[in-house]
């Protein structure tokens, strides 16, 4: 199975725990501390554009977006990972309502771009 990028083994099942993906996310080798910003361009079915911008750096979804703007091929962020990405901050940043208004933007089926800045 795979979750943002990272593999986990098979015999670990379906339900990988949220902790788990942390430690991957936590140890991917990505500089965290050099991004200060991250910055989406939102473009919706009917051709609406909205640039967002997210500095949360305290969230999960922080570091998550920070490492699928480094390492992802394309500045074009494929509906999986966004949807992990915020599935798993539901969980782990769910006091944040900055984190969860970004959340209900993924859940879109916008498509996004993305950098850090």
């Known amino acids: ?13 379906n339900t990988i725990p949220d902790e788990k993906v942390v430690e991957k996310l936590e140890n991917a080798g990505v500089d965290f501390d050099s991004v200060s910003e ?5 473009e919706s079915r009917e051709g609406q554009k909205e640039e967002l911008s997210y500095t949360n750096k305290d ?3 922080f570091k998550a977006l920070v490492h699928y703007a480094k390492t992802a091929e394309s500045d074009y962020m494929i509906y ?3 949807y992990q990405i915020a599935e798993l901050s539901k969980r782990l940043d769910a006091a944040d309502d900055e984190t969860m208004a970004l959340c209900k933007k993924f859940d879109s089926m916008a498509q996004f771009r993305i950098t850090a800045a």
């Not at 199975?1 to 099942?13: E, N, Q, S, T, V």
């Not at 991250?38 to 939102?42: A, S, T, V």
């Open 38 to 42: 991250i910055k989406m361009l939102m």
């Open 1 to 13: 199975m795979f979750i943002l990028g990272f593999h986990f083994p098979a015999d670990m099942g």
């Open 80 to 82: 999986t990972n966004r």
């Open 59 to 61: 969230t999960f979804m």
